[in-house]
C-alpha cells in the first residue's frame, strides 16, 4: 500500500525557517518523483517545488529562492523554507507520481502527482 507521511509542520515568525520532511513507502521499485504543494483556507492547491528521480529541481515562482527541495535516498524529500512570510501560512501536502512515459515533476499541477501525504500545518505570524 502506498503511504506518503509528512513531518516538521510547526509555527514560526515571519523571517524564520522550518523544514519539511517527507517519507514514502509501498512504492516497491518504481522511481517516483515528488512534489510539495500547499493549500491555504479558501485557496486552490499550489503547487510550489518538484523533484525528479535524477535531481532535476522545479519551483513556482512564489517561492523560488526561498525554499529549496531535495531528495534524501529515492523515497524522502525535504523542503527547506527560508525567510518564511504570513503568506505561506497553509497546509502543506507532500505528493508522489510514478515517473513513467512524459509525466515529470516540472508539472506541478495537482493532477500529475496520484498520491497524496495527510499535510502539515505551517503557520507563520507577522
Known amino acids: 500500500q502506498v503511504r506518503l507521511v509528512e513531518s516538521g509542520g510547526d509555527s514560526v515568525q515571519a523571517g524564520g525557517s522550518l523544514r519539511l520532511s517527507c517519507t514514502a513507502s509501498?512504492?516497491?521499485?518504481?522511481?517516483?518523483?515528488m512534489g510539495w504543494f500547499r493549500q491555504a483556507p479558501g485557496q486552490a492547491r499550489e503547487g510550489i517545488a518538484g523533484?525528479?528521480?535524477?535531481?532535476?529541481t522545479y519551483y513556482a515562482d512564489s517561492v523560488k529562492g526561498r525554499f529549496t527541495i531535495s531528495l534524501d535516498g529515492a523515497r524522502n524529500t525535504h523542503l527547506q523554507m527560508n525567510n518564511l512570510q504570513p503568506d505561506d501560512t497553509a497546509v502543506y501536502y507532500c505528493a508522489a507520481g510514478l515517473w513513467i512515459l512524459q509525466q515529470r515533476a516540472s508539472d506541478l499541477s495537482p493532477s500529475n502527482f496520484r498520491y497524496w501525504g495527510q499535510g502539515t500545518q505551517v503557520t507563520v505570524s507577522s
Open positions: 509501498g512504492f516497491s521499485f518504481a522511481k517516483i518523483f
Open positions: 523533484i525528479d528521480p535524477d535531481g532535476s
